[in-house]
């Protein structure tokens, strides 16, 4: 196995498909990228079992490939990241000189690092699911990141540390909760498909991380695994197994009250009395008025804030409601908007957060009791 490559090109290739390599992988191999070489192509390979990346790089001007022998070989990703990322020159040339001895050649330097036998490295099935459909990039963004956080990160319920896309009549749901708060996008798509999976949190980070600004980014789908198919690379995610909870029931259909507010102002209020904390939590409380409306939070141990919202804009009949900061700061972030729109429906009762006009993202918090 022989070729050459733009240094800066091939970085970018090992440093997509490391992402899916574990410090703390069960099998050696799987702690290396296994580098295949055919002679029209190098495809590059990344796993930790639960998540997959391979990469496929075809000769062409931006990265000046040159294969001069065939075959294949698993190095150490942390070792050859590195030796790629430092080495001299603006191309790298790759060679297999015995066995798994790998001599890696900058412009005034030279590397040898044992590799391993690309036998050794578990097969991988990226064979295709059936069902697939097409979404923007920027698409997919909003729904990773207006999603994600509201995932679980204990692993008493599995299936909560994932974000739920269930699909029917054109219509693309996606839904996040942690049993306190909750997060849906719904967004339409073209492709009348029907499926109800659940993608681990952690590999939808990983393919946001890999989604460019223009590209459409392809999806496949089946009852084991999920596929997203970005320019030549292809992330491969197991599923979630387990039935997730129905939701639907926890969104308020009608609401009594209404707060308006600018979602900056109201973030600057939080992030002022978040250093007031109760056992690690900063619990926030609303006192809504028509004529004034108020956050304030408290702690024995620390103090108490208290900051009227100028801007807000109360309906309804006086109102206390206390609620985890965190889970609030979190959702308006997601939310990205000016203006803020809270439904409640009473002290103690799930209120959801949502923007004037835009009915594809809803998000939902659910009360604290507090004796303050």
């Known amino acids: 196995m022989n070729f050459i490559i733009n240094k800066r090109y091939f970085y970018e290739k090992l440093s997509i498909v490391s992402r899916a390599i574990s410090v703390f992988s069960p099998l050696p191999a799987f702690s290396g990228v296994k580098i295949d070489v055919s002679a029209t192509e190098i495809v590059l390979t990344g796993s930790d079992s639960d998540i997959s990346i391979r990469s496929t790089i075809f000769p062409s001007d931006d990265n000046a490939l040159k294969i001069n022998d065939t075959g294949s070989i698993v190095i150490e990703a942390k070792y050859i990241l590195e030796i790629v990322r430092k080495i001299e020159g603006d191309v790298v040339e790759i060679e297999v000189l015995d066995d798994t001895l790998t001599q890696i050649s900058g412009t005034n330097s030279q590397f040898k690092i044992n590799g391993m036998k690309s036998t050794d490295y578990p097969a991988i099935d ?57 997060a849906k996008k719904t967004v339409e798509i073209e492709d009348d498909l029907n499926f109800n999976i659940t993608i681990p949190s952690k590999s939808l980070q990983e393919v946001l991380k890999s989604i460019g600004e223009e590209e459409a980014v392809h999806i496949y789908v089946d009852h084991k695994k999920c596929q997203f198919l970005i320019d030549h690379t292809t ?72 900051e009227v919202l100028s801007d807000a804009k109360f309906t309804g009949e006086h109102l206390n409601v206390s609620c ?49």
């Open 126 to 182: 990226f064979s295709k699911p059936k069902e697939s459909f097409t979404i923007s990039s920027a698409k997919l963004k909003e729904i990773i990141t207006q999603t994600c956080f509201a995932t679980s990160d204990r692993e008493t319920r599995p299936v909560l540390t994932g974000v739920n896309f269930s699909c029917q009549n054109k219509q693309l749901y996606c839904i996040a909760t942690d049993s306190y708060r909750l």
């Open 235 to 306: 992330i491969q995610t197991r599923l979630i197994d387990g039935s997730y909870p129905e939701t639907n029931r926890l969104i308020p259909s009608n609401y009594q009250y209404e707060l308006r507010i600018d979602s900056k102002e109201l973030l600057n209020a939080i992030d002022r009395a978040s250093f007031i904390k109760n056992d690690g939590v900063y619990i926030i409380k609303f006192s809504l008025d028509t004529n004034e409306c108020i956050l304030s939070s408290s702690s024995a141990e620390v103090g108490s804030s208290m």
């Open 324 to 372: 985890n900061g965190r889970y609030v700061f979190e959702a308006l972030k997601a939310l990205n908007a000016g203006e803020i729109i809270f439904h409640l429906c009473g002290e103690m009762k799930p209120f959801t957060i949502h923007t004037e006009g835009d009915e594809s993202i809803l998000m939902l918090v659910v009360p604290l009791r507090t004796y303050a």
